[in-house]
């Protein structure tokens, strides 16, 4: 069993205790400057220790929880080096058609924003559609829009 985060959960209790030790020792000054400052150190410390202490039960609470979490598919599956040689000696119309009968998913709406009189859409394959007046044109890129408009991008 894995004890995740135990040991920053002790840094922060020794951290706790000398702080507590720094205000006990100032309480007796605390009339002198000596005492004020040792009195504000030791809370800080401790403040800061009790933080430290549950930062420590967050590093366990989520190592727990990755201990006990499925592996990614891509460590599961580790390919032969005779699949990967086999995969590098293939023809590249073989990829190009593999890629190519591979169902292409269409692009989703990522922004819209409207200026001018036009709203602009942003999509996840970098296009952009520009709708004005109820027309819409489409560019495969936020620079081809730019190199067709003659607008500068800041």
Do not use: C, N
Not at 101 to 120: M, W
Request: proline fraction near 5%; charge should be positive.
């Amino acid at each position: 069993m894995k004890r995740h985060g135990l040991g920053v959960a002790f840094l922060g209790l020794v951290l706790a205790s000398a702080g507590l030790y720094g205000m006990w020792t100032g309480w007796d000054y605390i009339q002198l400057e000596r005492g004020w400052s040792l009195f504000i150190g030791g809370a800080t410390a401790v403040s800061g220790g009790v933080v430290t202490i549950a930062l420590g039960r967050v590093i366990g609470m989520l190592g727990r929880i990755a201990d006990h979490a499925p592996a990614t598919q891509a460590s599961v599956q580790k390919k032969s080096p005779a699949a990967e040689e086999s995969i590098e000696r293939a023809p590249s119309t073989d990829r190009e058609s593999a890629a190519a009968r591979a169902p292409a998913k269409p692009p989703v709406e990522v922004d819209r924003y409207s200026a001018g009189g036009s709203v602009y859409v942003m999509y996840s394959d970098g296009s952009v559609e520009v709708q004005t007046d109820g027309r819409s044109q489409r560019y495969p890129s936020l620079a081809a829009l730019r190199a067709e408009t003659g607008v500068r991008g800041a």
